[in-house]
């Protein structure tokens, strides 16, 4: 195969040209750049010996092409071939391509296997589909079409930006896969047929969604050739279903109008407000005190894990988990070790030491092409810099506005969203991101509209500029007119009366009389307070975990109390679940010595832990205990697995129940005990635990990975840990059997309560309650208005036979009309 070598100034342009190279063919290229000089000061620049060392990682006997920005990467190109042999010299082409389209095209042509010649070829005529977009008159071959002996197929592109860079470049690899000669037009726009092995020629096609191409091929192989490819664009070029929305596009004429990827549905105008977010940039020093330069990194560190934590126990709900994945990165020792060797062998400053080897570790990720890793480069660097702030003393940077706005900027960190005023940031518009990043999810869970990957240039629009964004088509309107705006609050009316307080604060009963609870997952007092406003029957989880993470001591009795009685009197008699402490080894506390676990989701956690620290477990009790009195507080137990440890728990609240009675201290006599049934023991005795406590409820998250053997934290596996998976939702079906016929309630706490593509099924499978994030509360209510049980039954039992999530996400689609999200 061709090697490439990329010769540049700029470190940061060539990394982003590879990249976008990396996007393009994956790994299937022989690509290495040499880029920028080793002067802090300076940067700029080219390095013969990287330029020969680039070559020499590359070489091949078919050729390596060499491009190169401007002036001096010519002239290190060029003395780089002195230090090669003849023979390898006559293998080496300086190409006078531009820079980075030819870059692009010479990686699809090497990829797809092509010659020296055609490679060469292919990065010269580079900027022949830029040309052709811009109305300016180029000269291209194409081939004359006969079609006496060819096979033709016709197909429909339903991408939602069409044959852009990453499609094209995988219609052009697959078609050189063949022996067959091969071409491809436009039908749409009545384009002439040309060769599809070339980037630039499908590239000029201008294939836009919902245009209809033709694809002919000739030879030996020619109908596997256009089989391969037909199928390639009905799988939408494998391409996820954030990028693809239906080939019936919306043709009305907006001005100012963008288009970007749907993120969080939801409409928002507002002012824009350019949020310019400010990264610490270190420099390289020699520390001689390497002990002293350690401690300053662990102090930074401890401060970092310290404001981590802090951000788990806000209103995110389960999405808060995003930031335990944030906190095992500061434990990591394969990062620490390597910046323990900078500081200590090479006696690097701690910031120099942090950030190299953190940023290392994210460019691995970063050339992936996976959405899901390279998300994982995002936290890395959202865990990096806010390591480095502690390290200069900096303080926690947040998004402060003066006024209801849209918030405009190239990315926003996991920590910036988690930390958004609601009441201020009316929506969020980015130039880059995916709907799978963590910062759309934590968008979707407040509840905010959000549109990514928009073009550039709204980065340079002034604040205060009219922007209106639509989250679930992915549009923005820069200085939307009367009529689009008009138009826009139609539609935001409609979203709003579905989430209006009306609905919200009805009974969820479905249109044949099954009423559901529908209850909040909180973390904090002011949680519960939002939890009521936005309709909540009243709270069926209390993660109290909030009160024993981020200081030194464990909590009093006293301060337990306050808290649980504050949420109980907000709740003014409303059901109110408490959840006894759920930490261990994947939440460690600092004041409580843990053994190093090597897998702390099978460790000791949950009512594992509060078993071994009895003094802690009884503390907790008796501060619930007194705040139930007079109030309708239940309790339950996490991560039951087996009889014995029910019963343990109970013998244990029993015992402070009679040493409360022998002190006159009044608490509620009847209180409910359940447990959280999220290990597949639980669900397989489901029948003997029911008969030793009052209700279950279901907690999705951790059954779906345990169900799944998936860890849900580790991006390789995470799509695995589906609770839409049929598996997962069999387990939800035998535990509410067990339930109901020993007479018990059930309901379900995970993230599934939320997804009202989930709802029919819950409702179907007979759940009591259901237990959610606050914001989604209206929506889940009104879909369940519109349910009929015995619709919903029907689904549910059908959902069961199915054999994977998108089987089953499709059938409610197809059944309930409803968008798949």
Known sequence: MVGIVLVSHSKQLAAGVRELAAQMVGDDVSLAVAAGIDDPVNPLGTDTMQVYQAIESVYSADGVVVLMDLGSALLSAEMALEFLSEEQREKIHLCEAPFVEGAIAATISAASGNSIAQVIADAQGALTAKATQLGIAVVTTQQSQDTSHTAQVQTTVSNRLGLHARPAAKFVTTAAKFQAQIQVRNITRDTNFVRADSIN?????????????????????AEAALAALQNLVANNFGEGDSDIVPVEIDTSD???????????????????FQYRPITVRVEEYIVEDTAIEWQRLQRAIQ???????????TQLGDEAEIFSAQLLVLQDPALLEPVHQRIFTHHQNAEFAWKSTIDELANNFYILDDAYLQERASDLIDVEQRVLRSLRGMTSSTIELTQPSIVVTTDLTPSDTAQLDTTKVLGICTTRGSATSHTAILARTLNIPAVVGVPATILNLTNDTLLAIDGTSGKVWLEPDTKTITTLQAKRHVILQQQAPMIAHQPAMTRDGKCISIMANI????????????????VGLLRTEFLYLNRTTAPTEEEQFTVYQAIAQVLERRPFIIRTLDVGGDKPLPYVKLQPESNPFLGKRGIRFCLDNQDIFKTQLRAILRASHKHQIKLMFPMIATVQEVQAAKAIFMEVQTEMQQANIPFDATMQVGIMVEIPSAVAIADQLATEVDFFSIGTNDLSQYVMAADRTNPDVAMLADALHPSVLRTIAQTVKAAHQAGIWVGLCGELAADSIATPILVGLGLDELSLNSQAIPIIKHTITKLKRSESEAIAQTALTLNSPQGVRTLVATTMNHEVR
Do not use: C, M
């Open 303 to 313: 401060t970092a894990t310290q404001d981590l934590q802090a951000l788990q126990t």
């Open 523 to 538: 973390g904090s007092v002011a949680d519960a307070k939002t939890a009521i406003k936005n309709g909540a029957d009243g």
């Open 254 to 272: 907006f001005a100012g109008e963008l288009i970007g990827i749907p993120a969080s549905s939801g409409v928002a105008i507002a002012p824009i």
């Open 201 to 221: 020629q499908v590239t000029t096609l201008g294939v836009r969604q919902g245009h209809k191409i033709a694809i002919t091929a000739s030879g030996n192989d």
